[in-house]
Structure formats: structure tokens, C-alpha cells
């Protein structure tokens, strides 16, 4: 049994922040969480600064990483966007999607990222043909992750159409496996593993027929895994979604079988109130991705209305703009500020807990992202002494991380008891500015 003991200067403990508390480790597992221990047991690994649950990042499309910098100016909208992201997804193969992914993954387990969601749709080789291992887009962002020291859970993404009944288009072929019975074989091949679980996705109701929407919904909930779509979006999305259907993406899903406590809708940005009601009476989550929304002018979800309805709330840093869960956590609050012109509309307890067990939970890792006896192991420590975080007292450590911090602020990253980033340095990918340079490198047109 491998046993390890930590001290935390300050943890936050869901509600509160306390001082001087010892985390005991077996397996990867807390084993034991002791408060009022002033000063470090013997033997104790210390982590100073302020720690909290691992983060989990429930909304990630590696390979958008390579668009970092390249689409950020002029104009245009999401559409034209996707236009660029295309020649990027065209590009990748099983080595380079590999070595970028370990590389982005990496720079989030720098960011106090313990676990990502990655929505996986490039499945096969430019124009649609197989390679010799069907999922080994999939098995090269497994890999990565474990090279790069954290959780994933491969979100396999169904995508079919170009929108509403149109075959894919010629940039879209390698996205698909021409059905989704076609699609479930494929996916019920991929094993999970100590560090993987396996979900699935619908891409958009634009991209999946409504006939085979169930297919999606049955192969998740046989597997009890968690089911996530990217829903509303855009306001074109709805548009074409009440012209082909007559009713909204929201109730297209419903009325398919889609929502359920496993399912999370992605952005949830421009929804009805009825919309809002059918989440919430399903449980289904929602996961919030507001730096990747306010780069792609998507506008602002209602955030609020949701998890009032009985929405919970995850975040995702999806196009990977930023790679910084404080951010996400920050910026939806501040949005809501921005959109009511009111303040106040989450604690930052509540917007950790968003970042924290409740991504997990929408990843299917309910053991993670607490410090509790029983939860895995997965640390991640803000130092409360830089020149962002310097000032306010400890005990306000939470409301600092929140609204001062950010991931560059993260000093220590644990993940199953092991440290995966010490004092700012990633362990296992000694240089990770370099690695992912040479990966974007790798892409460039």
C-alpha cells in the first residue's frame, strides 16, 4: 500500500477554509483529513498556499489549443471561425494529436487541473476512412493524459451531418462513422482504465438526425455513463432546429430521451424559458464555458435561471483561449454582473463547487472533488503570497482564489496522491512551453 501524508496551510473544505490540516493518502485515496494541526507532522509533504479539490475541466477540445493566438483579432463570427478550427482538425494524426494533447493537458495539470472532459469527435483519417485501429484518435488522448499526469474522461462524440439531414461535408468526413450503430460498435471497443473513463457525446442536434439521437441516449445509459451535447450555442442552431423539427434543440432532446442526471448540456446559451424548465425537471447539468464564449461573441448563458431550475453547474475551458478554471469560475459571475448590471450572484464557495465536485460529478468521477475521507486524492494548491493573491486574510482564501488568482498562481498539483506539479513545475513533461510549441508547430499550415 502506498501511503502518503500532506499538509495543508490552509484547505478549503467545501464550506469553509481551514487552517492547518493533514491529508492522509493510500492508494490514491484519502485515507484520513485531520483539522487543528498547526505545524507539519513529521514527514509530511507541505503544501503552502491555499488547497482546494482538484479542478475539473468538464469542456475540452484539445486540438483547439493550436488556434490560440491566431483567431483572437478581426472580424467575424463563431461560423467563420469554425472555418479555421476545420484546417486544423484536417491535419491531425494519431502522433501529432498525441503529442499536442499530452502537451494541453499538461498545461492544465499547471493550471491545478486534475481531471479534463474531452469531446472527442476527429475519429478517423482525412475522408472518412478507418485507421487500422478504429479508435486511435481516441487511444492517443488516453495516452496523453496519462503522460501528462491526469484524470480523463474520452467524451466519444456521434457526428453525422452537416446540419439537419445534409450528409458531412467534405471537412467533416473524418468526424464520422456514417451511423450511430456504426458508431456505438466502435465506441464499446474503447476500455476504461485507472485514469480514463468513457462517456458519450451528441455533437448538436444539427449534427446528430433526430432518429438517431436515441441510439446515443440508450448506449450511455446501458453504460451509466455520463452523456454530454453541445446545445444552443448559437441562435442560427435554434433557427434551424425549429424549421426542420418545429420545436426548439432543448425539447428536440427531450423528447428523444436525451436528458437525464448523466446528461450535460454544453453552453445552454440561448434557451427558452420552457427549455430552461425541461433541464432543470431532468437534472441534466450544465456546463458553462465562458472564456471560449466571449472570445466566439456566443453571448451569455442563463447561468442563474439554470441552476435555479435544477441545472448543476460545471465549467470547461473548451476552445482552450485560456486554460484557467479560476477564470471560468470568475467569469461567470461576472458576466451576470455585466448582464444584470446587479452583483452578487454566486459565493465563491458555490462557484468552487462548480469547478470542483460538480465537474467531476458531470464527468462521471462522483469520488472526486472534495477533501474528504474516501474522495481521490487530487490537490491543487493556490499560493496565497503572489503579487494577485498578496493581502487579504487566509480565511478569505476562497473569495481570493475566486476573484484574485489565477493559474498561474497554482503551485502544487497532486492527482491519486502523487505530485503531478510541484512548486510551478510540471514533473512528468519537464518543459511544457516547449513541448507545446513544437506541437503547434507540427500543425501549422
Known amino acids: 500500500m502506498t501511503t502518503r501524508t500532506y499538509w495543508l496551510e490552509h484547505a478549503w473544505l467545501g464550506t469553509h477554509v481551514e487552517p492547518g490540516v493533514v491529508v492522509e493518502a493510500a492508494d490514491g485515496r484519502i485515507s484520513a483529513v485531520r483539522t487543528d494541526s498547526p505545524a507539519p507532522p513529521p514527514g509530511a509533504e507541505v503544501l503552502r498556499g491555499l488547497t482546494l479539490p482538484g479542478l475539473a475541466n468538464a469542456h475540452s477540445h484539445a486540438f483547439h489549443r ?10 467575424g463570427t463563431f461560423w467563420t471561425w469554425r472555418e479555421v478550427m476545420y484546417s486544423v482538425a484536417d491535419r491531425l494524426t494519431p502522433e501529432t494529436y498525441h503529442a499536442l494533447a499530452r502537451a494541453v493537458y499538461a498545461e492544465m495539470a499547471l493550471a491545478g487541473i486534475t481531471c479534463v472532459g474531452e469531446f ?71 476500455k476504461e482504465r485507472d485514469h480514463a473513463r468513457i462517456g ?29 451535447v453541445h446545445l444552443s450555442e448559437q441562435t442560427a442552431e435554434n433557427d434551424a432546429c425549429l424549421a426542420a423539427h418545429g420545436r426548439t434543440p432543448t425539447r428536440l432532446l427531450a423528447d428523444h430521451g436525451v436528458l437525464g442526471p448523466r446528461t450535460t448540456g454544453v453552453h445552454n446559451t440561448h434557451l427558452t424559458d420552457e427549455d430552461i424548465a425541461l433541464l432543470g425537471d431532468a437534472g441534466a447539468g450544465t456546463c458553462m464555458c465562458p472564456t471560449t464564449e466571449r472570445d466566439l461573441a456566443d453571448g451569455i448563458g442563463p447561468a442563474v435561471a439554470l441552476q435555479r431550475a435544477g441545472s448543476p453547474l460545471s465549467l470547461g475551458s473548451d476552445s482552450h483561449a485560456v486554460i484557467d478554471l479560476l477564470e471560468e ?23 468552487l463547487r462548480a469547478a470542483t465536485a460538480d465537474g467531476h460529478a458531470a464527468l462521471g468521477w462522483a ?20 503579487v494577485r493573491t498578496a493581502g487579504p486574510l487566509p480565511r478569505l482564501g476562497a473569495e481570493t482564489a475566486v476573484f484574485a488568482a489565477s ?24 518543459d511544457v512551453p516547449q513541448a507545446l510549441a513544437a506541437a503547434v508547430e507540427a500543425l501549422r499550415g
Request: charged share 20%.
Open 200 to 228: 458519450a457525446a451528441i455533437h448538436s442536434v444539427r449534427a446528430v438526425p433526430a432518429e438517431q439521437l436515441g441510439t446515443v441516449a440508450r448506449w450511455a445509459e446501458e453504460r451509466r455513463a455520463p452523456l454530454h
Open 66 to 75: 493550436a488556434l490560440r493566438g491566431t483567431v483572437q483579432v478581426g472580424s
Open 120 to 190: 472527442h469527435y476527429v475519429h478517423h483519417a482525412p475522408g472518412g476512412t478507418p485507421y487500422a485501429d478504429p479508435n486511435a484518435m481516441g487511444e492517443a488522448l488516453i495516452s496523453a493524459a496519462a503522460e501528462a499526469g491526469i484524470r480523463i474522461t474520452l467524451l466519444d462524440t456521434c457526428y453525422l451531418s452537416s446540419g439537419f439531414g445534409a450528409p458531412p461535408g467534405a471537412e467533416q468526413l473524418r468526424f464520422s462513422d456514417g451511423g450511430a450503430e456504426a458508431w456505438a460498435e466502435r465506441c464499446a471497443v474503447l
Open 329 to 351: 469560475a470568475r467569469a461567470m459571475e461576472l458576466n451576470e454582473r455585466l448582464r444584470t448590471r446587479t452583483r452578487g450572484h454566486w459565493t465563491a464557495a458555490a462557484l
Open 407 to 430: 493559474a498561474a498562481d497554482v503551485r502544487h498539483t497532486v492527482v491519486g496522491g502523487r505530485h503531478v506539479v510541484r512548486d510551478g513545475a510540471h514533473t512528468l513533461v519537464p
Open 367 to 386: 469520488e472526486a472533488g472534495t477533501i474528504e475521507p474516501g474522495a481521490l486524492a487530487d490537490l491543487t494548491t493556490v499560493a496565497l503570497d503572489s
